[in-house]
């Protein structure tokens, strides 16, 4: 499976995924720079990232502790999520997402 | 501001759980200690991260919080009387003619030791800022990342952004003396704890406390004075509020800053060490825990105990030249039992 990654700058990496991996662990061994503080422990929310529109079905809602840290996040929009509160499945296979700026500064 | 010289063996930058059980390593050793951690705890991003979360892989603890881990290595380094520097940052390194090393803090701290220790982890906790243009212009005279004096605020038009427990804290702690306080979140929905929201929410509803459901998108002002905070906001689009501070309270993230400019070799922010001592490019400097790196390299607190043991044994020839290395267990040596207070 692949998923794929819009950096700041608007670059796209297609990253390989790996099923029952956290979308933030398979962007974090992939090559692309993500500061995820908490190593995946839904406590910092610097694994921020945008969902595209035609994927947030499938990547279903925030967790209330999610969305309770994402109050920690800056420019917060409705694809927001923590990559690493999103575990990939056999129907996340092209997910597109990009990285916040507070995932990355 | 102080100027009292400190003068000590060691100073382990972090009082994360790898600085402090190099306390430990290093008092068996003899061997005094000094920390700076800019936090106002110990404990490191097991306070201040997940002091709640569960961490199962301690040896020989089938399963401890972040704060308690913090707590149980508190008490273990307590016979050794480390003197902590809390909410201070190491700022500047300099040699001495004598070898040994001057630290200096952002308070003005000065600390002399013959062996530095970096246990900093992913660096120091800093405020995260808000991503907005012409920030930095105020920062410090109408934007704010902490309340220093409640006063300074007084009669103030005060925006604060954020939904955690400082920005709930504060505007409840400064609606009385400010002239407006405005708070400014994303959503209708706190993090913070219920009883702060309840009683925002009754300031808000008596008209003494504005919220709006909306996140910051930029300050006006003349470049030395903000004179407005700019919000957007998903039904009612950008507006202006008249302001004359700023304070966003979006929690900390971790920057490496000043240790950066020590002059050690840097690995995309980490420090290269050998695996036999986890010494640095420098001599007599080490880097213990997240911060170091080196082959096989994982992050994990039990990682950063070995190296601190390790590492103990080569900060005792600097710290000790011509001493005899003495190795022995607390299980058995009497010696060791008496430094730990228990013989």
Not at chain 2, 170 to 183: D, H, Y
Not at chain 2, 208 to 227: C, H, S
Request: charged share 25%; net charge negative.
């Amino acid at each position: 499976m692949k998923v794929h990654v819009t950096d700041l700058e608007g670059n796209t990496k297609e990253i390989e995924g790996t099923i029952g991996w956290t979308l933030m662990e398979v962007i974090r061994d992939g090559g692309v720079s993500i500061k995820a503080e908490c190593g995946g422990a839904c406590a910092c929310a610097t694994c921020h990232v945008y969902v595209a529109d035609d994927w947030m079905d499938q990547t279903g809602e925030r967790t209330e502790e999610e969305e309770d840290m994402i109050d920690l996040a800056l420019d917060v929009q409705d694809g927001s999520r923590l990559a690493c509160q999103i575990e990939l499945t056999e129907a996340l296979d092209g997910l597109k997402v990009t990285l916040a700026r507070d995932a990355i500064l | 501001m102080t100027t009292e010289t400190h003068e000590t063996d060691v100073i382990i930058i972090g009082a994360g759980p790898c600085g402090l059980f190099a306390v430990f390593e290093l008092g068996l050793l003899g061997l005094k200690t000094y920390l700076v951690d800019i936090l106002d705890r110990a404990g490191g991003q097991c306070a201040e991260l997940y002091p709640e979360k569960p961490i199962y892989d301690i040896p020989a603890i089938p399963m401890c919080t972040g704060q308690e881990l913090t707590d149980r290595l508190m008490e273990q380094v307590k016979a050794f009387d480390p003197v902590f520097h809390f909410q201070e940052m190491a700022e500047g390194l300099t040699k001495l003619d004598d070898g040994r090393w001057e630290l200096t803090t952002d308070q003005g701290t000065k600390i002399v030791a013959h062996v530095i220790v970096i246990a900093a982890g992913g660096g120091s906790f800093v405020p995260k800022k808000p991503h907005l243009e012409g920030l930095a212009e105020y920062e410090d005279t109408s934007v704010f990342y902490a309340v220093r004096k409640i006063d300074a605020f007084a009669g103030k038009r005060i925006v604060i952004a954020g939904g955690g427990d400082s920005a709930l804290d504060w505007a409840l702690n400064l609606q009385p003396v400010a002239e407006k306080v405005t708070l400014v979140h994303h959503r209708d929905g706190f993090r913070a704890a219920p009883a702060s929201v309840d009683a925002m929410h009754a300031l808000v509803d008596a008209g003494k406390m504005e919220f709006k459901i909306a996140q910051l998108a930029g300050v006006n002002g003349d470049g030395t004075k903000m004179t407005s905070v700019r919000v957007k906001s998903k039904t009612d689009g950008e507006s202006d509020i008249p302001a004359d501070a700023l304070l966003p309270f979006f929690g900390l993230t971790m920057k490496l800053g000043p240790i950066a400019d020590f002059g050690l070799n840097l690995n995309e922010n980490l420090i290269p060490v050998g695996t036999e001592k986890f010494e640095t490019s420098i001599p007599s400097i080490f880097a213990i825990g997240d911060i170091n790196t080196y082959p096989g390299k994982l992050k994990l607190i039990l990682s950063g105990f070995h190296e601190a043991a390790l590492m103990s044994q080569a900060a005792f020839l600097v710290c000790r030249p011509g001493e005899r290395l003495r190795f022995q267990y607390t299980t058995s040596s009497s010696d060791l039992q008496k430094k730990l207070g228990v013989r």
